[in-house]
């Protein structure tokens, strides 16, 4: 059976929040399954969102939607068994979906974005879907 993490099953961390409002664009809107609401980094590079599950899953694929001109570059997905995963984002507004190349249970999951196609190194996430299988 396949489920999408909310926030009642895991602990989300980011690097930064753009001016520090955590009102308009903090990391609680990165599970909320909302598309209108937005964690909003920062700038400066790097950029990273680290989710730690409250049990073990195994993480199929992970949906981003990132906000067009501000989508993560040089980008690897990192698991707590140390494995490292690259994953190419394109600079569009859609919701882009990438799969983990193998199922593996997991307490955790680091997502980097080393660069940004923003100038100043902003990343714009409206959408983190993590399907997960139980």
């Known amino acids: 059976m396949t489920f999408v993490l909310t926030e009642e099953n895991a602990t989300v961390r980011v690097s930064s929040v753009l001016n520090k409002d955590n009102k ?63 994953f190419y984002p394109e600079d569009i507004n859609t919701l882009q979906k990438f799969s983990v190349p193998e199922s593996i249970e997991m307490g955790s999951l680091l997502l980097m974005f080393n660069a940004s196609t923003d100038f100043f190194g902003r990343i714009v996430v409206y959408q983190l879907n993590v399907v997960c299988e139980s």
């Open 24 to 86: 308009q664009y903090g990391k609680k809107f990165l599970l909320d399954g909302n598309d209108e609401s937005c964690w909003s980094s920062d700038q400066g590079s790097p950029q990273w969102i680290k989710l730690d599950f409250k049990q073990k899953f195994r993480v199929v694929q992970v949906e981003l939607q990132f906000q067009g001109g501000f989508v993560g570059k040089d980008c690897h997905m990192k698991f707590d068994n140390d494995k490292v995963v690259p």
